[in-house]
């Protein structure tokens, strides 16, 4: 069955960095695409990056772009996402997805896979 737990979520300092990691079980990257996702409260949910294996593409929202990095790990079926020079609007929960069918990265849509997400507080 196809599982994905986030971690690595907490309370930085604007400015401050940290590392999302969502750890995978139930199917390989290469067959998938993933993604990182975030939703505030009273807010819709936004896609922040996305990645597929299949034809090698990269998504980044404009907001995050030159700021945050989407990775993965196949070893350790593991993908990441670095979160450089936080702001206090990049706030939010913070989850990853996947899907084996084509899908839409602005908002999430066709994802059928999520995790439970992680909290990310930047402020002083």
């Known amino acids: 069955e196809v599982q994905l737990v986030e971690s690595g979520g907490g309370l930085v300092q604007p400015g401050g960095s940290l590392r999302l990691s969502c750890k995978v079980s139930?199917?390989?990257?290469?067959?998938?695409?993933i993604g990182w996702f975030r939703q505030a409260p009273g807010q819709v949910r936004e896609g922040v990056s996305c990645m597929s294996s299949r034809d090698g593409s990269t998504y980044y929202a404009d907001s995050i772009k030159g700021r945050f990095t989407i990775s993965v790990d196949n070893a350790k079926s593991t993908m990441y996402l670095q979160m450089n020079n936080l702001k206090p609007e990049d706030t939010a929960v913070y989850y990853c997805?996947?899907?084996?069918?084509?899908?839409?990265?602005?908002?999430?849509?066709?994802?059928?896979?999520w995790g439970r997400g992680t909290l990310v507080t930047a402020s002083l």
């Open positions: 997805a996947a899907s084996k069918a084509t899908v839409d990265c602005r908002i999430g849509l066709g994802f059928p896979f």
């Open positions: 139930g199917f390989t990257f290469d067959d998938y695409r």
